[in-house]
């Protein structure tokens, strides 16, 4: 099974700051990987589809980049409604796996 | 437009079954899989297993494998998910969730599911 490790598990950061999150993948899953952010009490939302490609209405502050087996989100100037838990899932083998979560938390 | 409707909270005792759904409408039911993904209280995403309706392929998360069933009942664009013997740690948010380029992208609203004596 391919095992998704992410990282940071939690950070604080201020409004305007630029936040990362990475997820590494045990092997390499080419560009099979999408991005979702989840607020309390909501289902999940894909922001990044193919490790790159932003999804249709989301802000183009978030960016992803990555392939093989390293990827990164990035959100280049942090709005008060970001501030929740973001996951990757990636989808290249039989079998799928979400990273174990990212809480982004106003410092 | 896509959706994807989820049947309503359960309260069960340990032991019973559950039959939870997931209703798909807006778009051709066989031709897109679609996947369960479990939320722990206070906890992450879990991926689950996924269905293809237009044929029945199933796969599970070793996780998951034996622990629930995974069905799709495609006169009525309707995919499940069971148990046939609950425990308390199954109590939890259930989510079903259409793939779309690639990954889950449309969603449901959740099913909560609480297994308490």
């Known amino acids: 099974d391919i095992q998704m490790t992410q990282s940071p598990s939690s950070l604080s950061a201020s409004v305007g700051d630029r936040v990362t999150i990475t997820c590494r993948a045990s092997?390499?899953?080419?560009?099979?990987l999408g991005w979702y952010q989840q607020k309390p009490g909501k289902a999940p939302k894909r922001l990044i589809y193919?490790?790159?490609s932003l999804q249709s209405g989301v802000p183009s502050r978030f960016s992803g980049s990555g392939s093989g087996t390293e990827f990164t989100l990035t959100i280049s100037s942090l709005q008060p409604e970001d501030f929740a838990t973001y996951y990757c899932?990636?989808?290249?083998?039989?079998?799928?796996?979400f990273g174990q979560g990212t809480k982004v938390e106003i410092k | 437009e896509v959706q994807l409707v989820q049947s309503g909270a359960e309260v069960k005792k340990p032991g019973e079954s559950l039959k939870i759904s997931c209703k798909g409408s807006?778009?051709?039911?066989?031709?897109?899989?679609i996947g369960w993904v479990r939320q722990m209280p206070g906890k992450g995403l879990e991926w689950m297993g996924i269905?293809?309706?237009?044929?029945?392929?199933?796969r599970y998360s070793p996780s998951f494998q034996g622990q629930v069933t995974i069905s799709a009942d495609k006169s009525i664009s309707t995919a499940y998910l069971q148990w046939s013997s609950l425990k308390a740690s199954d109590t939890a948010m259930y989510y079903c969730?259409?793939?779309?380029?690639?990954?889950?992208?449309?969603w449901g609203q959740g099913t909560l599911v609480t297994v308490s004596s």
């Open positions: 969730a259409r793939r779309s380029e690639g990954s889950l992208y449309y």
């Open positions: 807006g778009y051709t039911f066989t031709n897109y899989w």
């Open positions: 269905i293809y309706p237009g044929d029945s392929d199933t």
């Open positions: 092997q390499g899953i080419r560009n099979d």
């Open positions: 193919a490790a790159s």
């Open positions: 899932l990636q989808h290249n083998s039989y079998l799928w796996t």
